[in-house]
């Protein structure tokens, strides 16, 4: 059976969400919601309505699933908990994954919808627990984060910026290797390590580096100006804090997803790219994969 949505008055909605405050979400969030009573969920949402997008050459309404939304419902570990999702171009993702992180917000998944779609649209998932006060807020400063970039530059940005890659690759391969603590592989100048972990599918076969379970990274450029790009493999519980350490370092995440299903322990995998000197991007790494330990 559907589930029954209910548009009622401020006062009517206060008194349905048993312990959550609609009104003062409603304040804080800045944006107008609707109560489910079937699941006690009190429902935001905010249309891209300030940049046009078309995909395969037809403009987009946002209600076609161009528009971002917080759910909020009573907690059991706290007073209430929070999933949402928000419609991002590429400049904005790391902008406001950076203050989701700051305002106690969890990302759980990034990718895309669409194939074709001018300029490109990208799918941030949120969650959290705390007060509902608390979530609230950290979800408006996420989208007030939106509105800021956008209002320096109205149209989404193409590159990331700042000086170009160097056409002749020239990274030295024992610093990152000290740092990272494994061997790797080079080629043209460039430098890659790749770390296996391990996992068992329901098959009963183990899935390990050469399956493709692996964290890797691969170097570019020169020592003072490389680039980085590549993939973290993470348990579930491992996600929140190796994100939480590569944008402390300012490295941009670009993907968070699965590779493979019904694998034991669940991995999740997260792309990402970064731009600076090789031994302070290895530094990064390293860091992350300190966390992960933890």
Known sequence: MAATFLLVAPAALAAR???????????????????????????????????????????????????????????????????????LFQDEVNPVMSVAFANGLDVTALHNHFFHEEPRVYFMHIAGEGTAEQLATAVRRALDRVKEIRAANPRPAAVFGGPPIPATNSITAKPIEDLLGAKGQGRDGMFKVVIGRTSKMPCGCDVMKEMGNNTWAAFAGTDASAVVCGDFAVREEELAMVLRALRHFDINIVAIHHHMSGEKPKMLFLHYWGRGRAATLAQALKTALAAQKK
């Open 17 to 87: 969400a048993g312990s959550l405050d609609t009104n003062q979400i409603e304040n804080l969030t800045g944006l107008k919601g609707t109560w489910s009573a079937v699941e006690k969920v009190f429902k935001v949402t905010a249309p891209r309505t300030d940049v046009k997008v078309s995909v395969d050459q037809w403009t987009m309404p946002p209600f076609m699933g161009l528009t971002s939304w917080a759910a909020f419902t009573p907690g059991k570990r706290k007073p209430c908990m929070v999933m949402g999702d928000l419609v």
